[in-house]
Nanobody
């Protein structure tokens, strides 16, 4: 099972960018589907983006064209590049790893992203 640590959150103004990083420790990182979720106050946790392999990616409609997910299997990191941030992107962002064949799953501790004028 992986251990995940997020970094890169902060306070930005609308239209600015942030880069979130998820560093993993453990083995078989390349077997895991990596994803980013977010949870805003009073709302359910929602999927933002996922990257099952090295090229295929999926995005929530709300972030398509603004966010980019990537991964480096050698460095064991997942990156969420967030551009054109909006106040409605304000949330705690969580890194998630899932190996479907084994049911192994891990969550990071979360990192706060606040978008405010």
């Amino acid at each position: 099972q992986l251990q995940l640590v997020e970094s890169g959150g902060g306070l930005v103004q609308p239209g600015e960018s942030l880069t979130l990083s998820c560093a993993a420790s453990g083995s078989r990182f390349n077997r895991y589907i990596m994803a980013w979720y977010r949870q805003a106050p009073g709302k359910q946790r929602e999927l933002v983006a996922e990257i099952p392999g090295s090229e295929e990616t999926n995005y929530a409609d709300a972030v398509k064209g603004r966010f980019t997910i990537s991964r480096d299997n050698f460095k064991k990191v997942s990156i969420l590049q967030m551009d054109e941030l909006r106040p409605e992107d304000t949330a705690v962002y969580y890194c998630f790893a899932n190996w479907p064949e084994t049911n192994l799953q891990s969550w990071g501790q979360g990192t706060q992203v606040t978008v405010s004028p």
